[in-house]
């Protein structure tokens, strides 16, 4: 309870303040097609404007356990911040729920540029579209509370305060071997692209390198080496493997970062590593590779190396979701959406990986930009509708 009570005391006068100006900037637009997608922008924007990654993201938190409890909902909420709440139908099957999940974080977020503004058809913010999948689904708990879903499934939502990618997290585990709300299908739900799935997704390692070689193991009497070469020289090495015959394992540098100013030898240095591949057993071997190789580079250049494995998703196992996959294009047909096959990595897969139909779906199309997110505004009803659909499918059908 005291997470719980710091939580809701910390931020009650900001949501005050972003509610107040959501709902004035929406209501001065006029342009949305429904109340509903109306709400679940204005959530967003509020949402995208409270400070992120925090250690247990309390604020965003708060924010999602007081719109839960104007619904006469009761989250659970563990030493992590992780919020689960399960909506109960009016007339259960008492079979397993459907699971839906977002993450609450972002690391996107900026004091100035995540002060969204819209116009008469785009919202734009830093960080918007990760806060799109929440808002979805607290739009889903104001449906199902107000029986305008149509299931024969409660429905569980998990509210994460990290990627469940995180090797720190066992979320993903503790929910599937937890007896009262182990999920029969699993969705994820992102910002964007709409129409977007994977029916065979890739499993992936992220991998950070930090050098330093100003470091002790530094001769004293030779200056330093410079961090931009070695960090360079890796990368080159990196890139150039062949990972497997087959060509199904692939090596990108999503970031390279070196230096401590003009005028002196830049002496820090960090890269960050993806691996992707479709086959699990390949891609362990090459991240064992990729660390090995990283170290050994280090150790040539007589830096400290520090190598940390920041974010993996298993290779997704196209069995187990295949019924659910199914189901998820035949409502995007419906729905006369435009069907995007994009098979990288996904984090549903965590739960596909421990034998639940799991995949990830977006709410809304637009562009998420590394300084500002553009949101179509009429798309979001579009989404929402989605939503709804597949999730009194998996209801009827089964997956």
């Given amino acids: 309870m005291g997470i719980l009570q710091n939580m809701r005391n910390s931020v009650a006068r900001m949501f005050r303040g972003l509610t107040s100006r959501a709902t004035s900037v929406l209501k001065s637009i006029g342009r949305s097609p429904s109340p509903l997608s109306d709400r679940l922008l204005s959530d967003a924007l509020r949402l995208a404007e409270i400070p992120s990654p925090t250690e247990h993201e309390e604020q965003r938190g708060a924010f999602v356990i007081k719109q839960l409890g104007e619904l006469g909902l009761n989250p659970m909420v563990d030493e992590t911040g992780t919020i689960v709440v399960r909506l109960t139908c009016q007339h259960p099957d008492h ?23 819209l116009d008469a058809t785009h919202a734009y913010g830093a960080g ?32 994460t ?5 995180d090797p720190s997290s ?24 709409l129409g977007t ?29 410079s961090a931009v070469e070695v960090i360079v020289d890796l990368a080159r090495a ?24 003009f005028g002196r030898t830049p002496t820090e240095g960090i890269i960050d590593i993806e691996l992707e591949s479709s086959d699990g057993a390949v891609l362990e071997l090459a991240m064992k590779a990729a660390i090995a190789t990283a170290e050994a580079k280090g150790r040539e250049a007589k830096a400290q190396t520090k190598v940390t494995i920041v974010g993996h998703v298993p290779v997704g196992d196209p069995a187990v979701g295949a019924g659910l996959i199914r189901l998820v294009l035949q409502a995007l047909k419906d729905q006369r959406l435009r069907i995007i096959e994009d ?19 977006a709410i809304a199309s637009g562009h998420e930009g590394l300084c500002q997110d553009q949101i179509e505004i009429a798309s979001i009803e579009k989404g929402r509708r989605l939503l709804v659909a597949i999730i009194e499918r998996i209801s009827a059908e089964g997956v």
């Fill in 95 to 117: 079979s397993a729920p459907i699971l839906l999940f977002a993450d609450l974080s972002s690391n996107r977020w900026h004091p100035l540029e995540s002060l969204s503004r």
């Fill in 128 to 159: 918007l579209a990760d806060a799109l999948g929440v808002a979805a689904m607290l739009s889903v708990a104001e449906l199902v509370q107000s029986g305008q879903i149509v299931t024969h499934k409660d429905i569980v939502l998990l509210f």
């Fill in 161 to 165: 305060t990290g990627p469940l990618g």
């Fill in 170 to 193: 066992s979320i993903a585990s503790r929910l599937v071997e937890d007896s009262h709300n182990s999920p029969g299908a699993a969705l994820g739900i992102r910002g964007i692209s």
């Fill in 197 to 225: 799935i994977a029916p065979r997704p890739l499993g992936t390692y992220r991998i950070e390198v930090r050098l330093r070689t100003d470091a002790d193991i530094q001769s004293p009497a030779a200056p330093p080496s």
């Fill in 238 to 261: 990196l890139s150039g493997v062949t990972w497997d015959a087959e060509q199904k394992t692939t090596c990108e540098i999503r970031r390279v970062e070196a230096g401590t100013g």
């Fill in 343 to 361: 098979n990288s990595a996904d984090p549903a897969s965590s739960f596909s990986a421990l034998g639940i139909p799991a995949t990830s779906i």
